[in-house]
């Protein structure tokens, strides 16, 4: 260790001592604490009270969170850039603010994602896992979609997607 880094560090060391027992005196003598400081340290002036005063904090480091790819995290996304584009007092805003905190309370609660699919008039609801995947959702879709399909179609290939793809 050199003299200069020796140096360095035993002021380094008094102005922490310093700086502790100028918090502890104002804690304890608030207003009145410069009296007490300057008994102990009689070169101290006022200027430096503030200053010594101030903690310094490390900053947090950031989270490390993985993307989330699932059709909901997308969904919000997506009406999050249309929140932030569309004029507040427009009828499409407020549709955007209803589907944003529909979409936002399923999430909470890992609702099961549900799609309504009507073929020939008739109904059917597909239930798809809270944190399905959008490209799994878009094709169910896009195959619901095709001209010709039926129902029963549609059942074999959900089944057999779930066997292939088991969420627990």
């Given at each position: 260790?050199?003299?200069?880094?020796?140096?360095?560090?035993?002021?380094?060391?008094?102005?922490?001592?310093?700086?502790?027992?100028?918090?502890?005196?104002?804690?304890?003598?608030?207003?009145?604490?410069?009296?007490?400081?300057?008994?102990?340290?009689?070169?101290?002036?006022?200027?430096?009270?503030?200053?010594?005063?101030?903690?310094?904090?490390?900053?947090?480091?950031?989270?490390?969170?993985?993307?989330?790819?699932?059709?909901?995290?997308?969904q919000l996304a997506?009406?999050?850039?249309?929140?932030?584009?569309?004029?507040?007092?427009?009828?499409?805003?407020?549709?955007?603010?209803?589907?944003?905190?529909?979409?936002?309370?399923?999430?909470?609660?890992?609702?099961?994602?549900?799609?309504?699919?009507?073929?020939?008039?008739?109904?059917?609801?597909?239930?798809?896992?809270?944190?399905?995947?959008e490209r799994e959702?878009?094709?169910?879709?896009?195959?619901?979609?095709?001209?010709?399909?039926?129902?029963?179609?549609?059942?074999?290939?959900?089944?057999?997607?779930?066997?292939?793809?088991?969420?627990?």
């Open positions: 260790m050199t003299l200069e880094r020796a140096i360095s560090r035993v002021n380094q060391i008094q102005n922490t001592k310093r700086k502790n027992f100028v918090r502890r005196t104002f804690k304890k003598w608030g207003l009145f604490s410069m009296r007490e400081i300057l008994k102990q340290y009689p070169e101290y002036l006022e200027a430096m009270l503030p200053a010594d005063l101030v903690i310094k904090r490390k900053k947090a480091k950031a989270k490390k969170t993985k993307p989330r790819n699932d059709f909901r995290a997308r997506k009406y999050d850039i249309a929140y932030h584009t569309t004029d507040s007092s427009s009828k499409e805003f407020n549709k955007i603010c209803e589907r944003i905190a529909s979409f936002t309370y399923a999430d909470l609660k890992k609702a099961p994602i549900l799609l309504t699919v009507t073929l020939s008039r008739e109904k059917y609801q597909y239930s798809f896992h809270w944190n399905a995947d959702i878009k094709e169910f879709h896009a195959l619901a979609n095709k001209p010709g399909i039926t129902h029963a179609e549609l059942q074999k290939y959900r089944e057999s997607a779930l066997n292939s793809s088991v969420k627990f």
